[in-house]
């Protein structure tokens, strides 16, 4: 499967964003996603997840309760809302697809990575 992630940009601390993800090329439903981010000179860390129905989510203890993750299976669409951002929300956000059943936060699960989308929180 194919994943384009967009939504990205620059953003005062306090403000939302809403980051897309599109997919492509299989049955996008039969896969868990979930929203990494990468820092720099930082390793690559799980952001949240979300079931192939929606019905199961799970999120970093980070963003607990300010990110949100969503799907939409007939768009072939995952999303992340992110509220009260943060400086140390910036990062390079990628999604992610995952083949295999439930969620995870361990990125070597996933099957197949978008490209990335810069978040840049200024203080």
Do not use: H
Not at 43 to 53: D, G, K, T
Not at 72 to 81: G, R, S, W
Not at 101 to 113: I, K, L, N, V
């Amino acid at each position: 499967v194919q994943l384009q992630a967009s939504g990205g940009g620059l953003v005062q601390a306090g403000g939302s964003l809403r980051l897309s993800c599109a997919a492509s090329g299989r049955t996008f439903e039969y896969y868990n996603m979930g929203w990494f981010r990468q820092a720099p000179g930082k390793e690559r860390e799980f952001v949240a997840a979300i079931s192939w129905s929606g019905g199961s989510t799970r999120y970093a203890d980070s963003v607990k309760g300010r990110f949100t993750i969503s799907r939409d299976n007939a768009k072939e669409m995952v999303y992340l809302q992110m509220n009260s951002l943060k400086p140390e929300d910036t990062a390079v956000y990628y999604c992610a697809a995952k083949g295999t059943t439930g969620t995870s936060p361990r990125s070597y699960e996933y099957d197949y990575w978008g490209q990335g989308t810069q978040v840049t929180v200024s203080s």
